[in-house]
Nanobody, 127 residues
Framework: QVQLVESGGGLVQPGGSLRLSCTAS????????VGWFRQSPGKEREGVSC????????YYVDSVKGRFTASRDNAQNTVYLQMDSLNPEDTAVYYC????????????????????WGRGTQVTVSS
């Protein structure tokens, strides 16, 4: 079965850290461009980061730059999003998405560019 599964979400205090995982089954994630998106209640889903399938270059939107880090472990068929210095504005459902055809990761990822999606994992930042 071809699917993406996010994990690692949870409740964390402001200033804390979480590491999200995006694990693929049924296909090899290594050459896919993987985007991370999030959606807060009442807001549209927004792209926050991507990691390129060709050279593992990364991009981050300004609101998470310097705090979030995307990485890839091909042996685990998994992409990670390390999130540090979390604040309440980071509270959202986080989704990963993958596409084999995106050739770059140099700007905010857009939803329509990604063919495969996970179901999301909840991240809540609260004291």
């Amino acid at each position: 079965q071809v699917q993406l599964v996010e994990s690692g979400g949870g409740l964390v205090q402001p200033g804390g850290s979480l590491r999200l995982s995006c694990t693929a089954s049924g296909f090899t994630l290594g050459h896919y461009n993987v985007g991370w998106f999030r959606q807060s209640p009442g807001k549209e889903r927004e792209g926050v980061s991507c990691i390129n399938g060709r050279d593992d270059s990364t991009y981050y939107v300004d609101s998470v730059k310097g705090r979030f880090t995307a990485s890839r472990d091909n042996a685990q068929n998994t992409v990670y999003l390390q999130m540090d210095s979390l604040n309440p504005e980071d509270t959202a459902v986080y989704y990963c998405a993958a596409d084999p055809n995106l050739a770059f990761c140099k700007r905010t990822p857009l939803q329509f560019e990604y063919a495969k999606w996970g179901r999301g994992t909840q991240v809540t930042v609260s004291s």
